[in-house]
């Protein structure tokens, strides 16, 4: 696996990864239906197109010339220093392999000016809170709107200092 920026012609392959994803992380936790209904609405083509659009953002994909095995999405926010990493999901069958250490280290590369990385991760969530913790990330809060505003999704925030 090599990871790159995405492109356009990715986002079909990127947005199948996300379901898989989703459905294999959270269907347990939030039920089939409503995981459906985040990934039809976050994880649409047009959600994905506008993300990569935007501007101070990275968007990336861990490929093998055959398969995007993950992707990872942050933005710098407001204060140039904070980036907020948006999206860092591994294929299910691709867990465990060092594709989601290689997505980490390449958005840390991406944003020279930050000093702080933060993100949300669902509480039950316990290997995505393993794997942020074994890479240097903290609990530094908590929101009742995971993803945006009236998500009504709890979720933990969780910072890493960048050199």
Not at 80 to 95: E, W
């Amino acid at each position: 696996m090599f990871v790159r920026t995405a492109s356009e012609r990715d986002l079909a392959a990127v947005r199948a990864l996300l379901v898989e994803t989703w459905h294999a992380t959270y269907d347990a936790i939030y039920g089939v239906k409503r995981v459906t209904e985040i990934t039809d609405d976050w994880h649409s083509i047009a959600s994905l197109k506008a993300r990569m659009g935007r501007p101070n953002s990275e968007f990336l994909v861990a490929d093998d010339g055959k398969t995007i095995g993950g992707m990872a999405y942050a933005a710098a926010t407001t204060d140039p220093k904070l980036v907020m990493l948006h999206q860092l999901y591994v294929r299910p069958s691709f867990q465990g392999t060092g594709i989601g250490k290689m997505l980490l280290d390449e958005i840390e590369d991406s944003f020279p000016d930050a000093r702080m990385l933060r993100l949300e991760v669902e509480a039950e969530n316990a290997s995505a809170l393993a794997f942020y913790r074994a890479n240097g990330f903290v609990q530094a809060g908590e929101t009742a709107n995971c993803g945006g505003p009236q998500s009504g999704i709890p979720a933990m925030v969780l910072e890493k200092a960048l050199d």
